[in-house]
């Protein structure tokens, strides 16, 4: 049996990492496909867990769009997959590199195993376009890999045979726990002057297409009114590099007191950040994944979320993009102990880190 595995964007490469370090621990024939989608950020985590891709499609240019996305990932990849003949291709998510290369192996007859499948919000627009992107993957894939039994229920609600789904936890926590170092220190960084004993360190991450605009705004002058309101609290936002997302933050949030505007991290010391905050607001899905792990309350900076077991389970809490909403909740979790410890504590719904042995064991026994 030959895997092709196939990501381009910066959470596909530490999702799909343990499923190539697997292979490689049990020798099996792969090959690794990188679109880079996304250049930089990808980069880093290939080189964090010590991948060298045997195809980079090198898509990316400046302002790129949909539509460029799209089209370059079926043309590009099309002359890889019809050289390596792979028996069954892995994709990952909902990004504009997964719908294509999905769409590519079904033109091409190629089984297609689609890794964190069965997410869902049902709103079109929100998140945009990944929630399209996962629905017609799913139409397309042959194996689900379902991170949990709530995202399988979705699969089977809508139609999917029972026998082609499969739950094995989210191999994003596989790749924290490969990663995170409780000794790790911050020596020659913007935060080698952080006090992460005395200050109480929120973490922002925020990027969505849906929140440019009066959303971001919302969400940057929360945190403003948090850090100044909290003489003990030290916000730290790695920002985005999209120019929509820099300009906001600068407008509100350059020049404040204990606010850090850095640089976008690695993965590695981006874990340990993770590890060492009190707090985190984040509109990303991954990081609502990783953080109850490392045991950090999660407060979601969206209107909808397609990982509801987060929020069923009390690890992270959906506050959408109201300043008020973010505030109040915010600064809840600052001033009550008792709820804090009470969703610090919970259990981490997307598994156990051994997602990815799961995802080759059953390649094997259905691929051949």
């Known amino acids: 049996m030959k895997i092709a595995i196939v990501f381009g964007t910066r959470p596909e490469a530490i999702k799909m990492a343990p499923i190539v370090k697997e292979c490689e621990r049990r020798h099996l024939d792969h090959v690794v496909i990188v679109t ?16 060298e891709p045997h195809y980079d499609l090198d898509i990316m240019q400046e302002n790129q769009d949909l539509f460029y996305v799209t089209s370059s990932v079926i043309n590009e990849i099309k002359p890889v997959l019809l050289k390596e003949k792979p028996d069954v291709i892995l994709v990952q998510g909902d990004t504009t590199t997964t719908l294509a290369a999905s769409l590519a192996a079904f033109y091409l007859k190629i089984p297609v195993g689609h890794v964190e499948a069965g997410l869902r919000t049902w709103n079109k627009a929100n998140p945009y376009p990944e929630e399209i992107n996962r629905q017609i993957t799913s139409r397309l894939t042959d194996i689900h890999f379902a991170p949990t039994q709530g995202a399988k229920d979705n699969l089977l609600k809508e139609g999917f045979a029972p026998e082609s789904v499969y739950v094995t936890g989210n191999t994003v926590i596989d790749a924290l726990l490969m990663i995170v170092d409780p000794h790790y220190t911050f020596n020659e960084s913007p935060l080698s002057t952080v006090d992460f004993v005395n200050r109480r360190v929120l973490l922002l991450t925020s990027h969505r297409r849906e929140n440019f605009g009066e959303p971001m705004v919302q969400i940057f ?7 100044e309101n909290n003489p003990d609290v030290e916000l730290i936002y790695p920002v985005h590099p999209n120019p929509n997302v820099q300009k906001t933050a600068k407008e509100i949030l350059a020049g404040v007191p204990r606010v850090h505007l850095i640089e976008p991290m690695e993965y590695r010391p981006f874990v340990q950040l993770m590890n060492r905050s009190y707090l985190i607001l984040t509109d990303s899905g991954g990081v609502q994944e990783e953080a109850p792990t490392l045991g950090k309350p999660v407060l979601v900076l969206r209107k909808t979320t397609e990982r509801p077991e987060a929020i069923e389970a009390g690890t992270a809490t959906l506050v959408g993009t109201d300043k008020q909403m973010i505030i109040k909740h915010a600064q809840h979790l600052l001033s009550d102990k008792l709820a804090y410890h009470e969703m610090a504590t919970k259990a981490n719904p997307y598994g156990d880190g051994k997602a990815a042995q799961r995802i080759v064991d059953i390649l094997l026994e259905k691929v051949r």
Do not use: P, T
């Not at 002058?221 to 850090?227: E, F, G, H, M, P």
């Open 221 to 227: 002058s929360a945190c403003r009114y948090l850090v």
């Open 36 to 51: 880079a989608q996304h250049r930089e950020m990808l980069d880093q985590k290939l080189e964090v867990f010590g991948i």
